[in-house]
C-alpha cells in the first residue's frame, strides 16, 4: 500500500470510529453532567479528609500557599495488578510505627506507610529513611498487597480511608518545576487508581520535613 493510500485508510478509519461513537446532544449532555456530579462529589470527600489531616495541609501551605481540594487535578488513571504475597503485619502492637497504620474500616487489616520508609533514628530523633517507598496493605487473610510505590523523586506522608473502598494517600512528587503535592485515589475493589496533582508547585522543600516533624516524638529501634 503506498503512502497515498495508506493515509487515506487512517482518514476514513478515524472517520468511521468517531461517526459510530457520536453521541447525540442530550446523550452529551448527560454525560458531561454525571461526569461533572462525580467530580464535585469526590472533591466534597476529599475536602472532609484534608480536614483530617489538617496538620498535613497546613504544612503544605506554608510552602504553596493555601489551597483545597478543587486545586488537585487528575492526571492518571490506572489499573494496579492483582498480585499478593503471603506476609502478615510485621508491626507488633507494642511498636511505635503501630498507631501510625490505618486500619480498615470493616477490619480487613490495615494500611503501612511509613515502615518501610523509616529504619530508624539517630539520636537526635531524626528518623533515618530508606530512598525508597511504598503503600502495603496487610490484609485480615495474611496475605499482603503493595498499593503503590516510588522512588526518591517523592513521598508518600499521610493516608486515609474515603470509604471502606477508597483508600486516599497524600504526599509530594519532585519533577522538573520543583515540589508538587501529590494525591493517589486507590479503589481497592476494581484495583483503579487515580493520581492528582496539585496546581501550585514549591522550589524549595525539605523533603523529610513532614515527617521530621511527626515522627521525631518516637522512639524507634
Known amino acids: 500500500m503506498n503512502t497515498y493510500r495508506h493515509y487515506t485508510f487512517l482518514l476514513l478509519t478515524v472517520f468511521c470510529i468517531s461517526g459510530c461513537t457520536r453521541q447525540s446532544p442530550e446523550e452529551e449532555t448527560t454525560v458531561s453532567g454525571l461526569e461533572e456530579n462525580s467530580a464535585i462529589s469526590f472533591a466534597e470527600r476529599f475536602d472532609v479528609a484534608l480536614a483530617q489531616k489538617e ?23 490506572d489499573t494496579l495488578d492483582q498480585y499478593e504475597m503471603p506476609e502478615k503485619n510485621p508491626i507488633a502492637l507494642d511498636d511505635p510505627l503501630a498507631p501510625y497504620q490505618i486500619p480498615h474500616p470493616t477490619g480487613n487489616g490495615v494500611i503501612d506507610i511509613y515502615s518501610y520508609k523509616i529504619e530508624s533514628q539517630d539520636e537526635e530523633g ?3 529513611l530508606n530512598p525508597d517507598a511504598e503503600v502495603v496493605w496487610y490484609k485480615e487473610d495474611g496475605m499482603k498487597k503493595r498499593l503503590l510505590f516510588m522512588g526518591p523523586s517523592g513521598m508518600f506522608e499521610e493516608a486515609s480511608w474515603l470509604n471502606e473502598n477508597e483508600l486516599l494517600v497524600l504526599g509530594f512528587f519532585q519533577d522538573d518545576e520543583g515540589f508538587r503535592p501529590m494525591a493517589w485515589v486507590i479503589e481497592l475493589e476494581g484495583l483503579v487508581l487515580r493520581q492528582y ?19 521525631k516524638p518516637l522512639t524507634l529501634k
Open 126 to 128: 531524626r528518623p533515618y
Open 55 to 77: 496538620n498535613w495541609r497546613k504544612h503544605w501551605q506554608e510552602h504553596v500557599g493555601s489551597f483545597s481540594s478543587y486545586d488537585f487535578k487528575l492526571i492518571m488513571t
Open 197 to 215: 496533582s496539585l496546581n501550585k508547585v514549591t522550589t524549595t522543600y525539605p523533603m523529610t520535613s513532614y515527617l521530621d516533624q511527626k515522627i
